[in-house]
């Protein structure tokens, strides 16, 4: 057992997670018809790669990945395309659930090429929530040395159970999966971190750690308190390693997977299987059959939920995700996706509505329980301000929106909320920033084009005109504006010395993220050059007629 | 005897006080020609405040041009696109008084889209644009980049058969903004209890 390292802050909320892990792991019907998001994961949506009346199998790719923060989409079930749209497919199923398999690979034996091109084919991405494609996590270690991979098994949010299932009835895969992670990114321990409100999961994950090979596995069982899962504290807690702030667990040498993560990735290598379903729970008082259930991609929320009984009458709402952390639906004709890993069917006593909200009697409450030690009260009266310097003063962005503060909040302020929307605002305004930036080199980058065009017409026209002068013999010169050759001089110069800045710029960044597009500075730099060329052909004009003017003298 | 040793001291003062003060003269003038900062002219700030539409609403041909305007004193109110928080942001780094925006702000940000069937291609929409969002050549369909498209409508006038229509701009899912959470100051017993009868 190794030791742990204190965190502050922390709440604990009711757990209710008894309800869905009595039940062994069932599978899901076979739906009929699925709905596809092209987007079920961090960064850039899919681009569909099939075509309505397109026969598909189980497990055929449908949409590609498109960038490098994006992953690929695979028909769930067998049958027919019946719809692709710009923002999901939906395929109308025949029953059988004929499947396509990749080759099976042995990944102790296949190269790290090889094993990450089956993770992108695969179209894995991390099951716990953010959905970050799980190749390009793997291939972290081209930037950042790993030692270090931790099983984030903590599931710390009230009423899910699915991670806590899924080790009870897949600890060895898990494992394995685990081990095959840690040998794509070098890294020499895998650390185990799970809440001591699992004992059946920590029971079973003991049996298999003694023969799991080649890296050195360590269980760690931690009290139970919420947010302990978040990543950030989890390393905390287990390595007593701070990530910085904005920074990423790579950044100290880690990388977290979830378990469900690990056994989708070893199902993609071992049995050639992409990610088309995953298992998820769902519970509340408003269902009759709770449990964790394989559940297909795509399957609609509906129909699921009619599935395991769902008491309309008593419903009063249902919530995609935890308690604490999760959106409550608007509809339920919406799809299950990469990322759903529980739905809660609350009935009015269980998720009773907030209060109305009332001023803020400054207690502090929130400000003690905040794990990652913000200042929720300042942030909260910055965020009605407006203040947006002042946001980002107090670390606006490390807020990881666990939603500690709005749960103890006497005055039932839905801070969370105030956060994600000045968060969004915030985003939006760079987003706008930089559009304006862009337009704007755009702007001078045609100013400059126009401003050579000018110049070599003058300059052509100039020619013309000394040609047609010499021809016709010692005709009077015409009198050529006398242009301030210094000026131009300097002109040219700064002109070069621009020119030269860009290319710089230009070359460290292309050094320091060779991935990402410098559109803007290539065009910063041809703007550039287009000033030189006019300035070039301004001042070689001007000499000319300089020369002319004293030939003729 | 006193009066000339007091006045060697005073001028021995003098000289030491004068030559401190040429010293360090000398030495600030050094440390800030070494250690210039990047410059920072006040058109490049209030140009960075500007929307960079290029629309020429505010009467010059650009945002930058505009900005020097304002640097020698022109009015902060021209630019409709920027709106009100433009003015406020300008306002503020100017120390001035904000003025009621001249003109319509916008309610939508808006693109240029050209209905290809009836485009002619006479390439003064390509002349008139001011960021190079135009792409086509003479007698060829022209099309608008929607990405790199600001909206400032100069390409709108030019057009001989009126095959530009300016389009409300689709946004990306992931730009989407939540709806505005209800404004603060509501006493909370005015607001319809939640889920309530």
Same mark, same amino acid.
């Given at each position: ?553 | ?114 209905? +290809?069937? =009836?485009?002619? *291609? @006479?390439?003064? /929409?390509?002349?008139? %644009? &001011? #960021? !190079?969002? $135009? ?10 980049? +929607?990405? =790199?498209?600001? *909206? @400032?409508?100069? /390409?709108?006038?030019? %057009? &001989? #058969? !009126?095959? $530009? ?33």
């Amino acid at each position: 057992m190794m030791p742990l390292f204190a965190s502050r802050g922390g709440i604990y909320p009711p757990e209710r997670k008894s309800r869905s892990n009595q039940v062994p792991l069932q599978q899901a019907p076979l739906p009929a018809r699925v709905i596809l998001p092209l987007r079920q994961h961090s960064g850039r949506p899919g681009v569909a790669c099939v075509t309505p009346g397109e026969y598909v199998k189980t497990g055929t790719r449908i949409a590609k990945r498109d960038g490098l923060i994006s992953a690929d989409v695979h028909a769930s079930i067998s049958g027919t395309v019946t719809q692709v749209s710009a923002h999901a497919i939906q395929i109308e199923g025949d029953g059988l659930d004929t499947r396509h398999t990749l080759t099976p690979l042995d990944w102790r034996e296949t190269d790290a090429l090889t094993l990450l091109a089956r993770l992108d084919e695969s179209g894995v991405v991390g099951l716990g929530g953010a959905g970050f494609p799980a190749q390009f996590k793997a291939r972290v270690i081209e930037r950042h040395a790993i030692d270090t991979l931790i099983i984030n098994a903590t599931e710390c949010e009230p009423y899910i159970t699915a991670d806590d299932i899924i080790l009870r009835h897949y600890p060895g895969e898990i494992l394995e999966g685990a081990q095959m992670m840690a040998s794509l990114c070098g890294a020499s321990q895998i650390m185990i971190g799970i809440e001591d409100n699992k004992p059946e999961a920590i029971a079973a994950l003991k049996q298999v750690i003694a023969q799991s090979r080649p890296a050195r596995v360590t269980l760690s069982v931690i009290p139970t308190r919420y947010p302990s899962g978040s990543e950030k504290l989890l390393i905390k807690t287990l390595l007593n390693r701070t990530v910085p702030s904005q920074g990423l667990p790579a950044d100290v040498g880690v990388l977290c997977h979830n378990p469900g993560t690990l056994l989708a990735a070893l199902q993609a290598v071992k049995s050639g299987q992409p990610l088309v379903e995953r298992v998820m729970t769902l519970t509340g008082e408003a269902i009759t059959r709770p449990g964790n259930y394989w559940v297909r991609l795509g399957t609609s929320i509906d129909e699921l939920l009619a599935h395991v009984g769902l008491e309309r009458a008593r419903l009063s709402k249902v919530v995609q995700g935890g308690p604490m952390m999760g959106n409550t639906l608007d509809t339920l004709n919406a799809p299950v996706t990469k990322l759903t890993n529980c739905l809660i069917a609350a009935d009015q006593a269980e998720l009773p509505p907030a209060p109305p909200a009332s001023p803020c009697i400054r207690c502090g409450a929130c400000e003690s329980v905040c794990p990652v030690q913000l200042l929720p009260q300042q942030l909260h009266w910055y965020a009605h301000a407006r203040e947006d310097d002042k946001l980002e003063q107090h670390h606006l962005f490390d807020c990881i929106e666990c939603g500690a503060c709005s749960y103890v909040c006497p005055s039932h302020i839905p801070l969370v909320n105030d956060y994600r929307n000045a968060k969004d605002r915030l985003r939006h305004q760079q987003i706008e920033a930089a559009k304006a930036e862009h337009a704007k080199h755009r702007f001078e980058f045609r100013q400059a084009r126009l401003a050579r065009e000018e110049a070599e017409k003058q300059a052509r026209r100039h020619a013309r005109l000394a040609q047609g002068k010499s021809s016709s013999g010692s005709s009077a010169p015409t009198t050529a504006p006398q242009a301030d050759l210094r000026s131009l001089r300097i002109a040219q110069t700064a002109a070069k010395a621009a020119v030269r800045k860009a290319e710089k710029v230009l070359a460290r960044e292309a050094q320091q993220s060779p991935d990402e597009s410098h559109d803007d500075l290539e065009m910063q730099l041809a703007t550039a050059r287009e000033n030189l060329k006019a300035a070039d052909l301004k001042l070689a004009q001007a000499r000319q007629s300089a020369q002319a003017s004293e030939e003729s003298q | 005897m006193s009066d000339a040793v007091s006045l060697a001291g005073v001028a021995s003062a003098i000289g030491i006080l004068t030559g401190l003060g040429v010293g360090f003269g000398a030495l600030l003038g050094a440390v800030s020609e070494r250690f210039k900062g990047e410059a920072h002219p006040l058109v490049d700030q209030i140009d960075a405040l500007l929307p960079q539409t290029q629309c020429g609403q505010c009467g010059y041909p650009g945002c930058r041009p505009y900005a020097e305007a304002i640097n020698e004193g022109d009015a902060l109110n021209k630019c409709p696109p920027g709106g009100d928080a433009t003015i406020q942001a300008l306002a503020d780094l100017l120390g001035r008084e904000a003025e009621p925006l001249d003109g319509e702000a916008p309610e939508q940000d808006r693109v240029a889209f050209i209905r +290809e069937a =009836e485009c002619i *291609g @006479c390439t003064k /929409c390509i002349q008139a %644009c &001011p #960021v !190079d969002a $135009i792409i086509g050549a003479a007698k060829q369909m022209h099309t608008v980049i +929607e990405d =790199e498209c600001t *909206g @400032c409508d100069l /390409c709108v006038d030019p %057009c &001989p #058969v !009126d095959c $530009i229509d300016m389009l409300p701009r689709s946004a990306p899912l992931t730009h989407w903004q939540p709806v505005a959470p209800l404004a603060p100051g509501v006493i909370a017993s005015d607001r319809h209890p939640a889920g309530g009868n």
